[in-house]
């Protein structure tokens, strides 16, 4: 059976507004900041988003078919770098209230599920690190969801 969020993820599947992975990732981070539709395909949960209906939903039997497959890891820890190396170098985010703490809450929970909780650590030890430096804007709320999404160690 062919799942669309594996396939995207893979390298030969496109999102739903049919754009490839490389297309994405290619983004600028003015880009990534704009547009809304596309952390659903990179980060997949397996509950629907609230932020963008209609956004795809990853089924367990799509989530065993990534964790099995090493072109969508590969995929996956593409757009995890991409991610963390947009966080490290913008800085709107650091503030009390931004979309993007929404954002990193699906990405540290989808890395959680689709590569594990130690690449999900290690996303959520630089983020922790970038609101330290900055004099921990982020609120108290939001670095709880971030902390639970990672998991018990």
């Given amino acids: 059976m062919e799942y669309p969020i594996h396939a995207f993820l893979r390298g030969d ?3 739903g507004r049919g754009r490839l992975l490389t297309e994405v990732l290619a983004f600028d981070n003015g880009r990534l900041e704009a547009v809304h539709d596309f952390i659903q395909w990179l980060f997949p949960l397996r509950e629907a988003s ?19 497959d ?9 757009a995890l770098e991409r ?24 990405i540290i929970t989808a890395v959680r599920d689709l590569l ?17 430096a900055a004099g921990g804007p982020v609120n108290a709320e939001s670095l709880r969801h971030w902390e639970r999404a ?3 160690a």
């Fill in 116 to 132: 594990g909780r130690e690449e999900a650590a290690r996303f959520h030890a630089g983020l922790l690190a970038r609101v330290g």
């Fill in 50 to 68: 609230r932020a963008v209906p209609g956004s795809p939903v990853m089924g367990e039997d799509e989530a065993a078919a990534i964790r099995a």
């Fill in 150 to 152: 990672l998991g018990p």
């Fill in 83 to 106: 991610m963390a190396r947009f966080y490290a170098g913008t800085d709107h985010w650091l503030a009390r209230f931004d979309h993007n703490h929404l954002r990193i809450t699906r």
């Fill in 70 to 78: 090493p072109k969508a890891q590969d995929g996956l820890r593409a």
């Fill in 13 to 15: 599947g496109r999102d």
